[in-house]
């Protein structure tokens, strides 16, 4: 998990400058992730109920090692932060740990973009990444079947990280500008709300870093050019990541966060 945001200080979490630290951070963490998982194949058997026998369970491989890892960091509270949304949480226990004194942050709400994340990571992200195997699955002895889904829960726990980061954003924005957020809310105007959250230079300018930091990890600097000075991972892969999945979902985010933002409040139309 990469540095905790502040959150016993709704200030600072909501401070914009802060959430831009944070959403760099998370760029450093999935990059890393994603080299991490561009060492092994596509390995599509593990994503597949059945693929892999699980004694008591019908869930793949995958699902099967991200619902336990779920199960067992609730206990320690994980899920309590207002920054993590969990994949399974039928899956949460009570955490061992008293609760933590968080101040009001964020709206209530019921956004979780997860299981649409989780479908793109498995036939969009991976499929790109994943390019320096060409031969066929070799099956559950010749594969590093559990190599592989431990490197996916983390890339894809980080993504939804990012993701959803944008309740955030979005909750900043909206002090920042609130008449004008409660306008396009009460119209119903997502079109509007989603043009009022972008700025295209931003976008950029996350694209070219994001293009930077992952040529540059994924190119050992000692290396002689030629086959060794490879770059571990597809530059190119990573970038589209940003620019056709993340990027558009946290908007999504920020969009549907702010379409249940006047609820329980004065500005709530009446229906």
């Keep these: 998990m990469d540095s905790a945001i502040d959150l016993s200080d709704a200030a600072k979490a909501l401070d914009l400058g802060n959430i831009r630290f944070q959403l760099i951070r998370l760029e450093d963490t999935i ?3 994603m080299i991490e998982r561009a060492q092994f194949p596509l390995n599509a058997t593990i994503y597949k109920p059945g693929g892999v026998q699980i004694p008591n369970s019908d869930l793949s491989l995958f699902d099967w090692i991200l ?3 779920e199960r067992l960091h609730s206990l320690v509270r994980r899920y309590e932060s207002l920054d993590e949304h969990a994949f399974f949480p039928d899956a949460l ?8 004194d968080y101040p009001k942050i964020l709206h209530p709400n019921a956004v ?7 479908q793109k990571y498995i036939n969009l992200i991976l499929p790109r990444v994943c390019t320096s195997y060409l031969r066929k ?7 590093n079947y559990g190599s592989a889904a431990t490197c996916d829960v983390a890339c894809l726990q980080a993504l939804s ?5 944008g309740k955030f954003v979005a909750e900043s924005k909206f002090q920042e500008e609130t008449a004008k957020f409660v306008e396009l809310i009460q119209a119903e105007d997502r079109e ?12 950029a300018r996350v694209l070219d870093r ?6 540059t990890y994924g190119t050992d600097p000692c290396a002689d050019t030629g086959v060794n000075g490879q770059v571990k991972i597809n530059v190119g892969a990573v970038v589209g990541m940003y620019k056709e999945i993340v990027i558009p979902m946290t908007k999504d985010v920020e969009v549907e966060y702010l379409m249940q933002r006047l609820e329980g409040t004065q500005w709530q139309l009446p229906k």
Excluded: M, S, Y
């Design 31 to 33: 990059t890393f992730h």
């Design 192 to 203: 509007g709300i989603r043009a009022a959250i972008t700025n295209v230079e931003v976008e």
């Design 67 to 69: 619902r336990e890892q």
């Design 112 to 118: 979780n973009v997860n299981e649409q994340l989780k």
């Design 137 to 143: 699955d070799r099956g559950e002895q010749g594969e």
């Design 161 to 165: 990280r990012r993701i959803h980061f």
């Design 93 to 100: 226990q009570k955490p061992l740990l008293k609760p933590l």
């Design 210 to 215: 994001l293009r930077l930091k992952a040529k």
